[in-house]
């Protein structure tokens, strides 16, 4: 079992999940991970923490799109700020990373 805290609105919300993922049958006898995959290190916290996400959201059509942001004030629960950087320079970049220290 795998428990995950997710933030909604600023109310910790715990959601814990086991540790079974959806699989395919590949031939006869083998049986391969569907849509997923572990890390390159061989770790499968990944697609767990997905599944936890899913769990949160109602389930996984309910996760397609969104921002990044979004996923990590799920995650901590502290807000967030967007900046487009394409016109940025680096040294208002590193300013805007302090500020936010």
Same mark, same amino acid.
């Given at each position: 079992?795998?428990?995950?805290?997710?933030?909604?609105?600023?109310?910790?919300?715990?959601?814990?999940?086991?540790?079974?993922?959806?699989? *395919?049958?590949? /031939? !006869?006898?083998?049986?391969?991970?569907?849509? #997923?995959?572990?890390?390159?290190?061989? +770790?499968?916290? &990944?697609?767990?923490?997905?599944?936890?996400?899913? *769990?949160?959201? /109602? !389930?996984?059509?309910?996760?397609?799109?969104? #921002?990044?942001?979004?996923?990590?004030? +799920?995650?901590? &629960?502290?807000?967030?700020?967007?900046?487009?950087?394409?016109?940025?320079?680096?040294?208002?970049?590193?300013?805007?990373?302090?500020?936010?220290?």
């Amino acid at each position: 079992m795998f428990s995950f805290d997710f933030y909604n609105k600023g109310s910790k919300v715990r959601v814990t999940v086991d540790d079974s993922l959806p699989v *395919k049958q590949w /031939g !006869r006898s083998a049986f391969l991970p569907m849509n #997923l995959r572990k890390s390159p290190n061989g +770790a499968w916290w &990944g697609p767990i923490l997905e599944k936890g996400a899913a *769990k949160f959201y /109602g !389930r996984y059509e309910n996760m397609n799109g969104g #921002l990044p942001a979004e996923s990590l004030y +799920a995650l901590t &629960g502290m807000p967030t700020v967007s900046f487009r950087t394409i016109r940025t320079s680096e040294s208002d970049i590193w300013g805007y990373l302090s500020d936010a220290d």
